[in-house]
């Protein structure tokens, strides 16, 4: 593996920050040696199909020590689990918690307060850094932007928890950006991508990018 040092020179403009409007399915083989995909997928069950691809794709794209991370719902997560496993080893679960009004799951009977952020790493991968707590306590939930914006201080935690400054974050169902913008600030260089024009546009304005 090379050493962080070793790594090509970022191009300003261009590896600190890259924006696609289009199908993870396109975008995760244009990446190479990515050290954390963080997303949150759609969670209804019609979008369980995307699943085994990110799994495959990750498996490629992914460093060497490099970790997938979804956060998502609780309503179908055996689903999920099965579906991830296919090309990655699983790690570890870790748990966001969801201060305020979380949507009622109602076929479950279940308020929810919580919700998984799935680790997976390519196969055989051995971790090496620690995951220094397992919990994300987000101050407040930010819905301002989208009906499914995540609070940014949460994903600001978990950047910070499973990536380096200068390591490669990947978002490839970017919404409104909110992982671009976490990444950024804490001294990650960035990718992602999104099929919906609205969110491409949104993630482009909150990244300063238009
Ligand atoms: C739950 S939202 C992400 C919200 C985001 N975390 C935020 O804070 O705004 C999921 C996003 O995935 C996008 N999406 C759905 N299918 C996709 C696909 N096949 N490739 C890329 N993006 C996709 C949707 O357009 C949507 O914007």
């Known amino acids: 593996m090379r050493s962080r040092d ?3 020179e970022v191009q300003k403009g261009k590896w600190e920050c890259q924006i696609e409007c289009c199908d993870f399915r396109k975008f995760l083989p ?3 040696d990515v050290d954390l995909i963080l997303c949150d997928p759609p969670y209804a069950r ?4 995307l699943f085994e691809p990110l799994s495959k794709l990750a498996a490629e794209c992914l460093a060497p020590r ?17 579906a991830l496993r296919t090309h990655l080893d699983y790690r ?11 949507p009622t799951v109602f076929h479950k009977r279940v308020r929810p307060q919580w919700k998984p952020l799935l680790i997976f790493m390519r196969p055989g991968a051995k971790p090496v850094r620690w995951i220094y707590s397992d919990l994300i306590n ?8 989208h009906p499914w914006q995540q609070e940014e201080g949460g994903i600001r935690r978990a950047v910070e928890l499973l990536s380096q400054p200068n390591d490669l974050v990947v978002d490839c169902f970017l919404g409104t950006g909110t992982t671009g913008v ?5 001294g990650r ?8 024009r609205k969110a491409v546009l949104i993630t482009r304005k909150r990244l300063g990018l238009v």
């Open 6 to 8: 070793q790594r090509p």
């Open 92 to 102: 570890w679960t870790m748990a966001m918690a969801m201060p305020g009004d979380a």
């Open 138 to 145: 987000p101050a407040k939930v930010a819905k301002d932007l």
């Open 66 to 82: 490099g970790m997938l991370a979804v956060l998502y719902g609780q309503s179908n997560l055996p689903e999920l689990y099965d």
């Open 182 to 186: 976490a990444a950024l600030e804490t």
């Open 30 to 32: 244009t990446l190479h």
């Open 46 to 49: 019609e979008y369980l199909d």
């Open 189 to 196: 260089r960035f990718a992602g991508c999104d099929v919906d």
